[in-house]
């Protein structure tokens, strides 16, 4: 064989076996999926990683916690632990700090982690207080706090009281929703009051009741800001219970078809949708990539909103992120 066919027939076998190693990588890697709860969000999220499992032929194994907490996504973390055959965890952290020990324990025993929607420490896994995971993969949510503030101050006309519904303190995502929303209104709307947040623990029935006590104590409350699934249905619901849908304006995160129902009745001004399906596939991704020795992975992947209105709402370039689980 003349030498240049010779050098082309090595290079051949050698791109071959790196294909064959990376397809390997694949195929024996197994990734376990824990999200934060039971919710419209992370079905759309666990769409994703499914589709990209297919897609990359990789096995994954899903544990859903039935409620949002430290007590009860622990125990389904400690089980995936103990499983003894996932290479990677892609999680979504119900507590910034409480859940680090666990998810610590994990990478101690061989399984590297992704964190989709939530994150741990303050979420820079540069520099900040946990480094550990690979990366975080979710929204930019303290500027979706922003944007739902801005999107309530102009309902309201700028001026008036206005009431945060959130579900629990210490985690990332809704922590930053408060945080840029209280931010947004301090800084450009000097005539807006805010009250709250109050803490419903993911409930709706509880976000619903506290909600109707802010209305009865505020009579002239203008807005509300509901910054979960479960906390804007909830505060939704006290609204019109209370005879005032369409009168006090509501910013819902989360573009659940409930959410999207209130809006088509002119009960909810703003719906915010995240792309829980991108974070779910592009973590499997991630974690396929890192199998087959990718080194460069970001550090955080922020996966973008499509803000709906009732002028947008049935132009398919924003109504295709409308949480459809099914
Ligand atoms: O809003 C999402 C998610 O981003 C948040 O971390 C927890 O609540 C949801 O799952 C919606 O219920």
Known sequence: MAKRHLIA??????????GANAASAQENIKIGFLPGVVDPFYQVMELGVNKAAKDLGIEVVTQVPPTW??????????AMIAR???????????????????LQAALDAGIKVITVDTFL?????VNGPVTFPISYIGSDNVEGGRISARGLAKAIGGKG??????????????????????????????DITVLGPDYNLDDPNKAAQQTAAVLEQHPDLAGVFGTNVFSAQGAGNAVVN?????????VAYDA???????????????????????MGY??????????????????????????????NVDDPNYSRFIYKAE
């Not at 420490?121 to 896994?125: L, Q, R, S, V, W």
């Open 84 to 102: 003894g055959d996932l290479n990677y965890i892609i999680t979504a952290p119900v507590d910034k700090d409480q859940m680090v020990p666990a």
């Open 69 to 78: 907490g430290v007590e009860a996504q622990t125990p389904l973390l400690n």
């Open 9 to 18: 027939a090595f290079a051949a076998a050698t791109l071959l076996a790196v």
């Open 282 to 311: 592009l973590a499997v991704e991630f974690a396929a990539a890192d199998a087959a020795g990718v080194t460069s992975l970001p550090k955080r992947v922020q996966t973008g909103f499509a803000i709906i209105d009732k002028d």
């Open 121 to 125: 420490g303050d979420g820079d896994y």
């Open 242 to 250: 209370a005879g005032l849908g369409g009168h006090v304006q509501v």
């Open 161 to 190: 009281t206005v009431y945060i519904n959130s579900t629990n303190p210490n985690v990332s995502s809704v922590e930053g929703r408060e945080q840029g929303f209280k931010e947004e209104m301090a800084k450009d709307y000097p």
């Open 256 to 278: 659940t078809k409930d959410a999207i129902e209130s809006l088509n009745k002119g009960d909810v001004t703003l719906v915010l949708a995240q792309k829980p399906f991108d």
